[in-house]
């Protein structure tokens, strides 16, 4: 008898977001025109005010100074195809580069580029995004099916196959510093042991959603864009609890995922082609619209009061104003 | 005076399957892999573009096969060098592969691909 509760549980569990329709996004937005044929693929601020990007289309680093809207940009090597950029607690970018299978740093101090390139017996990886844990190592992710740490001390570098192979794509550290990243192709969520850099998978609510991107909020929950399912995902490490939420676009497709400060969502849907907020106590959605067809918003970052959204696909950069952040 | 043959007229298998590292997140080449980013593509070399039942093309590239036809080796070489110029719209997200060398050479995997994995 017990039994037949199941599936009607597990429908609970995915179906609330059908019940809520969106609204017009209500913040301020600014839109940044860069470099053109640049593709801003990920964004990171930066400790002075600026903001980096990605120029993946250009092979460079890209520097917006918000104040002024003007930009330049920071060859990073031959073959460069920069994919993810993020701050490092030295206060540089550091950056996955796929075309160069190497990891870069840049010195905003020195305007220096660094370049760790992959051990040659590790292959061409297609280097995706990376992440700092709570003990300064870099971990990263290559999409071929492998994940890997570097220790900018020494430059000591590790890399591990992924299990079941292709696919690691995003990657994050929780507030207790431990990180995780989520598998495109493999469908699934696994959790780093950073000791022996063993991968745990941990197996999601829906089968095959492709994730795309983890984020962690401020308790710890991490939560996941779902690009196959068009779903977004909260799994809870400490409860082992995941629920999901179907994106209210006709097509989703969940691409970055990220949370602000204030612990509210956002979520990318190509399908829609609009950037959304998920309040998660009120399960509201508010939608920001590409600013032309095909906007293409692939990574999210923030600080406090912005959240900083790049359109590969219209070689702009959107800022969306939240308010001053907490206090 | 003879004309030089074109560049993927001279390709390397064998270094092109290491070239095709660049694809493999996306694509495979196995037989029936499929559920991946990007469709299959063993035997792409000479067959219709977008033609796979087991993948769903972006608009572009239907429109694309409309009026092209066929992956013919010309063809392949221009749309990996730079995909979004070729079919403006694609969804695959590639930078595109500059040196025509390299390209030669994954195109010379993919139409070898299904004579060596048989």
Known sequence: MRLRWLPALCLSLILPGLAHAQSPGKAATQVYPVTPGSGPHDVAPAPDGKVWYTAQRQGALGILDPATGAVRQVPLGPDSAPHGVIQGPDAAAWITDGGQNAIVRYDPRTDQVKVWKLPEETGYVNLNTATFDGAGLYWFTGQNGFYGRLDPKTGDMKVWKAPRGRGAYGITTAPDGSVYYVSLAGSHLARIDRDTGQATVIEPLTPKQGARRVWPDSRGDLWISEWNSGQLSRHSPASGVWKSWRLPGAHPQSYAVYVDDNDMVWVTDFGANATLSFEPRTEAWASYPGTAADANVRQILGRPGEVWLPESGTDKLVVIRTGAGPS | ?118
């Open chain 2, 1 to 118: 005076m003879l004309a030089s043959a074109p560049a993927w007229a001279e390709g390397d298998a064998g270094r092109g399957e290491r070239v095709f590292q660049q694809c493999f997140s996306c694509h495979s080449v196995e037989p029936g892999e499929a559920g991946l980013q990007g469709p299959n593509l063993r035997g792409i070399a000479g067959s219709p573009i977008a033609a796979r039942p087991d993948f769903e093309y972006s608009d572009a590239l239907l429109e694309f096969a409309r009026h092209e036809g066929t992956w013919d080796d010309a063809l392949l070489d221009r749309y990996i060098a730079d995909p979004a110029a070729v079919v403006p719209g694609t969804r695959m997200h590639y930078v595109g592969l500059k040196d025509a060398g390299r390209r030669a050479d994954v195109i010379a995997y993919l139409k070898g691909a299904r004579q060596l994995r048989e």
